[in-house]
């Protein structure tokens, strides 16, 4: 059974572009999280996705957002970028309906300069 | 809100000792509690859920209780190995359906052969 899919693994963009993250959950997940991580911050929540439609936020500015496709794979996008969006994002997918087991792919590291 | 807590930040101890992890949060009304494993650079491996019902769970040489009344957790760590040094996480989850995380702080262990 395959894990969760987080392409690309890594990514250089220069302040003011925008970017696109890619997550393919576990097969059968509905659920799909998005968090930043940071030396500084640690592990912040930014958005959850369940059945296509956005079911919580985080504390992140509107240039942070999200989808989810019929199939549940999920994309993030960043615009504008910022030097200070520099982290990991991680994906998590989760059966959801309560089961909240969360599986965490291998994140993408993206570098803002 | 909720905070979650995690003493020691880092922590060194000999190869075959056993140990114990702790992590503590603020609010005690938690759905479950979910304990990772991230090696460096790698996103999380998912190690034990706790439902909020459960007093703890055990898989291989870790054991996970859940104290809710006094919001805290504890992973025992039996026999550590080399390949036991991680950062190892905690995070709550604070209600039924909603998948969002709170993650502590996380603990940095080393296992020295």
């Known amino acids: 059974k395959a894990g969760v899919t987080q392409t690309p693994r890594y990514l250089i963009k220069t302040r003011g572009q925008q970017v696109t993250l890619s997550c393919s959950p576990i097969?059968?997940?509905?659920?799909v999280s998005w968090y930043q991580q940071t030396p500084g911050q640690g592990l912040q929540f930014l958005f959850e996705y369940f059945s296509e439609t956005q079911r919580n936020k985080g504390n992140f500015p509107g240039r942070f957002s999200g989808r989810q496709f019929s199939n549940s794979r999920s994309e993030m996008n960043v615009s504008t970028l910022e030097l200070g969006d520099s982290a990991l994002y991680l994906c998590?997918?989760?059966?959801?309906?309560?089961?909240?087991?969360?599986?965490f792919g291998q994140g993408t590291r993206l570098t803002v300069v | 809100k909720q905070e979650v807590t995690q003493i020691p930040a880092a922590l060194s101890v000999p190869e075959g000792e056993n140990l114990v992890l702790n992590c503590s949060f603020t609010?005690?009304?938690?759905?479950?509690l979910q304990w990772f494993r991230q090696d460096p650079g790698k996103g999380l491996t998912s190690l034990l859920l706790i439902q909020s019902s459960q007093r703890e769970q055990t898989s291989g040489r870790l054991n996970a209780s859940l104290d809710k009344s006094s919001g805290r957790s504890t992973l025992y760590i039996a026999a550590s190995q080399p390949g036991d040094s991680a950062t190892y996480l905690c995070a709550v989850c604070l209600n039924f359906g909603n998948e969002k995380l709170t993650f502590g702080t996380g603990t940095r262990l080393t296992i020295i052969p």
């Open positions: 998590a997918s989760s059966l959801g309906g309560g089961i909240t087991e969360a599986f």
């Open positions: 097969s059968g997940h509905r659920s």
């Open positions: 609010d005690s009304a938690i759905y479950n």
